[in-house]
C-alpha cells in the first residue's frame, strides 16, 4: 500500500481511485503500444533501418522508459487492489456469511453489494440482492418527487452563470435566493428520505430503479448524469463485425456471447429432434430443408461466437502477458472481457476470481437438472442417494447375472429378460451421467465451503487442512451461535449452551409440533374433501406460529447440522424434555476419534479433532520443509568442499 501512495501523491488510496488510474494506465499503454508499432513498421520499410533507429534513438528511448514505468506504477496500483479488495471482501463476508458467491465477487460486484444496501437503508437479503432488478426503495410518487427535484436544481444550476455574466446587483440577489433555495431542496429531500441528492452513487441507484419501473416521466434527459471513467472498449475488425450483423438477424436481438451459446445448446437439441424424426419419415424433404437451414443457422451462430472471443483474446492480450492468459478457456476469457467493459480495469488476482466463480457457477448451473438449489447439505444427500442407486442397480445385475449363469438355455433367458436387462443398462447410463453431474457439483460447493471459512479465519493458516466437511461444519457452527467462533473457544463451547432452558423448550415445542402437523396435513391431503380442507387451513396456521418461533431463535428444520447442534445443547443441558420424542434419544455416534483438549463429543467433539488433525498436518509439513531446506544446505556445504579440493 506504501509503494501505491507513491504513485498516487495526494490522492486518496481508495478502490475507485485505484480503478481509476489503472483505467488510465491502460489507456496510456495502448497508445504507447501503437506508437511503439507505428515506429516499427517505419523503420521496417525504410531502407536502412539501423539509420532509421538512429534517428529515432530519443523516441525509442523514451518509449523503452515509459514501459518499465508504466510496469512499475500498474504492479504497485494492483497491489495496493489487491489489498482493498480483500477487505472488502471480508467486510461483506461478515455481512453475508452464508453467500455461496462472495468468495468469487468480483471487487465491482462487492461495492455494488454496500452501495445497495446503503440506498436502501438496510441489509438486504441474498435472495434480494440476486434479484435486483425487482428492488425499490421508493413509490412511484416518491420517485417523482424527487426526479422533479433533480430536474429543478438541474434548471438552476444552468441560470446561475447567465446571471454572473450579468453581473448587475439584481443579478446577484438573483444567484443568492436561487442558491438558498437550492439549499433548502437539498435539506427538504435529505430530511425526508435520508440521503444528499449530491451523492453520485445513490444518483446512479435511483436512476436504474426509475428506468427499472419504467416511470415515464424519466424519458427526459437524465438530470446531474454522472460520468464515468470508462475502460477502453473493445474493437472488432470488418470482417468480426459482419458476422455480428449476420447472427443479429438470426437472434434477433443484442449479440452477446451468452446468447450465442444459448441458441447453439438450442439448435443441438433441435438437431437431435429433427435427426430422429428423419429416421422414422426419411422421404420427407420438408425435415432435410429444415436440418439444411438449421447448419446454415449454426454456422452463422458460431462465427459470431469466433469473432467474439477472438476480440476478447486481443484486447486482454493487451493488458496481460500472453502466458499468464493462455491456461483459460477462450469462453473464460470472453466472460472477462464482458466484466471489464462493464465495469473497468482489474488485476491478475481480481481475474482469477472471476474465472473460478464463472466455472464453479456453469458446474452449479449444470446440477440444476437434478437439484433445484445444489447446497452443501442438499447435495450430500444426493450423493447419499446416488451411493444407494448404484447398490441397488448392482443387485439387480447380479441377480440377472446369476439367473443366466443358471439359466440352461442362456439366450432363451436374455430374450424373456430383454426388458429387465434393457432398463437395467439404461439405469446405470443415467446413474453414471447424473453421478458425473453432482459429484462436480459437491467438489466445487466444498471447495467453496472452504474459502468462506478462510474469509471468516483470515489469520488461520491450517485452513488448507480442513475437508469440506469440517469446513461446513465450522461455518453452520457459527451461524448457529450467530457469530464467528474464536479457535480456542470450541474446547468450551459445550459449557457455553447458546439458548437458555425456557428458549430451548420453546424451540423443541416448536419443531416438535411442526412434524406433527406436516403428519396430518399429508393424511387430510389424501381424503381429498371440503372438511379436510377446512382442517388444512387451520393447520396452516398452527404452522405459521410454531415458524416464527423457530424463525426467531434462528432455528432452520431443514439444516441438518443446526438440528443437530440444538440436539446436542439440549442432550449435554440435560434437558428433560427431550424424552418426550423417541427420536430424539437416538445417540450420534461420532466418525473421529475423542479430541485431546476436551471431553466434549458429537459436532463440537468432531470440530476440536478437526483443528488438531490440521495443526498436525500443518506442523508435519513445517517439518519436512526444514528437512528439505537442511539438506539443500548441506548439498551445497559439500559442493563447495568438492569445489575447493580441485
Not at 438573483?174 to 444528499?196: C, D, H, P, R, W
Not at 433441435?270 to 437451414?293: C, H
Request: proline share 3%.
Amino acid at each position: 500500500m506504501d509503494i501505491a501512495k507513491r504513485y498516487m501523491k495526494d490522492t486518496p488510496i481508495t478502490i475507485d481511485t485505484l480503478q481509476k488510474e489503472l483505467n488510465k494506465l491502460t489507456r496510456w499503454e495502448s497508445t504507447l503500444q501503437e506508437r511503439k508499432q507505428d515506429l516499427f513498421e517505419q523503420m521496417n520499410k525504410s531502407q536502412t533501418p539501423e539509420t532509421f533507429k538512429a534517428m529515432h534513438k530519443d523516441e525509442f528511448d523514451t518509449i523503452t522508459n515509459r514501459e518499465s514505468w508504466y510496469k512499475e506504477k500498474r504492479n504497485a496500483i494492483e497491489n495496493g487492489f489487491d489489498i482493498l479488495e480483500r477487505e472488502l471482501r471480508r467486510t461483506v463476508f461478515a455481512s453475508y456469511p452464508n453467500w455461496n458467491r462472495v468468495p468469487y465477487l468480483s471487487v465491482h460486484e462487492l461495492k455494488d453489494v454496500q452501495e445497495l444496501n446503503r440506498y436502501h437503508g438496510r441489509m438486504l437479503s441474498v435472495d434480494e440482492l440476486e434479484n435486483r432488478e425487482q428492488l425499490t426503495r421508493f413509490t412511484k410518487e416518491e420517485r417523482k418527487e424527487i426526479y422533479d427535484v433533480l430536474d429543478e436544481l438541474k434548471e438552476i444550476k444552468k441560470a446561475i452563470p447567465m446571471f454572473k455574466k450579468d453581473g448587475s446587483e439584481k443579478s446577484l440577489n438573483k444567484i443568492q435566493l436561487l442558491q438558498n433555495y437550492m439549499v433548502t431542496q437539498k435539506e427538504n429531500i435529505y430530511a425526508k428520505y435520508g440521503f444528499s441528492i449530491e451523492d453520485k452513487s445513490f444518483l446512479k441507484l435511483f436512476r436504474e430503479e426509475c428506468k427499472q419501473q419504467k416511470d415515464m416521466f424519466w424519458k427526459k434527459e437524465a438530470p446531474e448524469k454522472v460520468q464515468r471513467d470508462k475502460p477502453q472498449r473493445g474493437t472488432l475488425t470488418n470482417e468480426e463485425k459482419e458476422s455480428i450483423k449476420l447472427a443479429s438477424k438470426e437472434l434477433k436481438r443484442f449479440v452477446s456471447y451468452d446468447a450465442c451459446e444459448k441458441r447453439l445448446d438450442q439448435l443441438d437439441k433441435w438437431e437431435k429432434s429433427l435427426v430422429k424424426q428423419i429416421s422414422n419419415d426419411p422421404t420427407n424433404n420438408e425435415l432435410y430443408d429444415k436440418l439444411y437451414k438449421l447448419h446454415q443457422q449454426r454456422e452463422i451462430i458460431q462465427d459470431a461466437k469466433v469473432a467474439l472471443e477472438n476480440e476478447a483474446t486481443r484486447e486482454l492480450n493487451k493488458r496481460f502477458n500472453s502466458d499468464f492468459l493462455s491456461p483459460f478457456a477462450k469462453d473464460e476469457l470472453r466472460y472477462v472481457f464482458d466484466h471489464i467493459k462493464q465495469n473497468g480495469e482489474i488485476t491478475k488476482q481480481t481475474l482469477a476470481y472471476l474465472v473460478e466463480g464463472y466455472q464453479g457457477d456453469k458446474v452449479i448451473d449444470n446440477a440444476k437438472r437434478y437439484v433445484k438449489e445444489p447446497s452443501y447439505e442438499k447435495l450430500k444427500v444426493e450423493m447419499d442417494k446416488l451411493t444407494n442407486w448404484k447398490r441397488a442397480i448392482e443387485r439387480k445385475l447380479d441377480e440377472l447375472a446369476k439367473g443366466l449363469e443358471k439359466a440352461p438355455d442362456q439366450m432363451a433367458f436374455q430374450k424373456e429378460n430383454k426388458d429387465k436387462f434393457e432398463e437395467v443398462f439404461s439405469q446405470e447410463q443415467s446413474y453414471e451421467q447424473k453421478k458425473a453431474v453432482l459429484e462436480k457439483a459437491f467438489e466445487v460447493v466444498g471447495e467453496r465451503e472452504i474459502l468462506k471459512l478462510a474469509l471468516q479465519y483470515p489469520e488461520w493458516q491450517d485452513i488448507e487442512h480442513f475437508t469440506p466437511e469440517q469446513a461446513h461444519q465450522i461455518l453452520e457452527t457459527n451461524r448457529y451461535y450467530g457469530r464467528v467462533i474464536g479457535v480456542s473457544e470450541f474446547a468450551t463451547l459445550k459449557d457455553s449452551p447458546k439458548f437458555n432452558y425456557n428458549q430451548r423448550e420453546e424451540i423443541y415445542d416448536a419443531i416438535s409440533n411442526i412434524k406433527e402437523i406436516q403428519k396430518a396435513i399429508s393424511v387430510f391431503e389424501k381424503q381429498n374433501t371440503e372438511e379436510a380442507e377446512k382442517d388444512i387451513a387451520t393447520l396452516e396456521k398452527y404452522y405459521a406460529t410454531y415458524q416464527a418461533v423457530l424463525d426467531k431463535h434462528g432455528i432452520d428444520m431443514n439444516n441438518p447440522t443446526i438440528m443437530r447442534l440444538f440436539r446436542e445443547e439440549c442432550e449435554n443441558c440435560g434437558d428433560v424434555f427431550v424424552e418426550k420424542d423417541s427420536a430424539w434419544k437416538t445417540k450420534f455416534t461420532p466418525e473421529y476419534a475423542p479430541s485431546e483438549r476436551s471431553s466434549a463429543s458429537g459436532l463440537i467433539g468432531e470440530i476440536l479433532y478437526a483443528i488438531e488433525q490440521a495443526e498436525r498436518d500443518a506442523d508435519r509439513k513445517t517439518q519436512e520443509r526444514q528437512r528439505q531446506a537442511q539438506g539443500m544446505r548441506m548439498k551445497r556445504q559439500r559442493q563447495r568442499g568438492m569445489n575447493l579440493d580441485l
